[in-house]
């Protein structure tokens, strides 16, 4: 069955850094995109990065661009997202995500675009 499992979240204080990991089995990121979301208290969930399964292309949030980086190790099964400079409002937990079983053509950072997540990991950043 296709798995996702988020680690490496914690309590950081704001201008912190930290890295996220999602391991992967039962399908192939050569194949499949992933996907990092988040969701805060009382808000929606929302895309934070992307990254395509065919050319490594990486997509931001607007709200992240300059501050976290998204990459993959395939030999590993594993996609991380590096988290740096961190805010109060980056606060939620945040989950990892694939398009599978559906192959998106250029990735979405829209989580109905997404058929099966991990159970998330909880990010917070306070002072």
């Known amino acids: 069955q296709v798995q996702l499992v988020e680690s490496g979240g914690g309590l950081v204080q704001p201008g912190g850094s930290l890295r996220l990991s999602c391991a992967v089995s039962?399908?192939?990121?050569?194949?499949?995109?992933i996907g990092w979301f988040r969701q805060a208290p009382g808000k929606e969930r929302e895309g934070v990065s992307c990254?395509?399964?065919?050319?490594?292309?990486?997509y931001y949030a607007d709200s992240v661009k300059g501050r976290f980086t998204i990459s993959r190790d395939n030999a590993k099964n594993t996609v991380y997202l590096q988290m740096n400079s961190l805010k109060p409002e980056d606060t939620a937990v945040y989950y990892c995500?694939?398009?599978?079983?559906?192959?998106?053509?250029?990735?979405?950072?829209?989580?109905?675009?997404?058929?099966?997540w991990g159970q998330g990991t909880q990010v917070t950043v306070s002072s």
């Open positions: 990254i395509s399964s065919s050319d490594s292309s990486t």
């Open positions: 995500a694939t398009d599978w079983p559906v192959r998106l053509v250029i990735p979405t950072m829209k989580p109905a675009d997404f058929g099966s």
């Open positions: 039962g399908f192939s990121l050569h194949y499949y995109n």
